[in-house]
């Protein structure tokens, strides 16, 4: 099926990640209303690239892809089988303009896109925080460590870039504005 009939018919695009994926979409991956806003907030018109940070198993591109097919939009994400998932789907549904990358966000140059999305990637390194699974090692200062490289690095970028943040603490997540 196309991401076209499937959103045509109003069917969720949850439907086409597997069942193990399905049950993280609640609380860890972005609601379709949420990505709907957030592209037409991130992409007016132009050709421009948007970076996901933490972009999981792929939903904010794939359906931003589809809502902004003129702009491209990169996910990076640090856990590899997230990125296969992503990679496979954004194949079966033909995507061209959705690419992904298996890498952790402080190895990218930020200035290499036009614009962000954020979804409070970096909670699960808080303790009582749910978590995707136990394939990587989770602290406190991590926490802290990503949420100010992020702020640091975003301070740096021109004015007129757009950053969605979606879900985050605004004592905890420093917000940068254009
Ligand atoms: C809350 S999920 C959001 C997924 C997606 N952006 C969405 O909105 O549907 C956050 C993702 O960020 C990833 N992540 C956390 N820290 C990261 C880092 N330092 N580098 C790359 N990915 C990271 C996690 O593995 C997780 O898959």
């Known amino acids: 099926m196309t991401l076209n009939a499937i959103f ?3 069917i969720s695009i949850n439907r086409l990640f597997p069942p193990g994926l399905q049950k993280l979409d609640e609380l860890h991956w972005s609601p379709i209303d949420v990505i709907r806003q957030a592209s037409d907030f991130l992409v007016q018109g132009e050709a421009v690239n948007v970076l996901d940070i933490g972009s999981g198993c792929g939903k904010f ?3 931003a892809g589809y809502y902004q097919p003129g702009a491209h ?3 990076v ?3 590899e089988w ?3 998932e992503a ?8 995507l061209n303009n959705v690419h992904f990358m298996h890498k952790n966000f402080t190895q990218l140059d930020l200035r290499q896109y036009d614009h962000f999305y954020f979804f409070n990637s970096f909670f ?3 303790s009582q925080e749910d978590k995707i699974d136990d394939t990587i090692d989770y602290c406190d200062n991590l926490y802290t460590y990503y949420t100010y490289y992020l702020f640091k690095e975003l301070e740096q970028l021109p004015a007129g870039t757009r950053i969605v943040t979606y879900c985050s603490w605004g004592k905890k997540f420093l917000r940068a504005t254009a």
């Open 82 to 84: 997230l990125v296969n």
């Open 77 to 79: 994400e640090q856990r």
């Open 8 to 10: 045509q018919r109003n």
């Open 61 to 63: 591109c794939l359906a």
């Open 73 to 75: 939009f990169y996910g």
């Open 87 to 94: 990679v496979k789907l954004s194949d079966r549904l033909g």
């Open 124 to 126: 699960e390194n808080l």
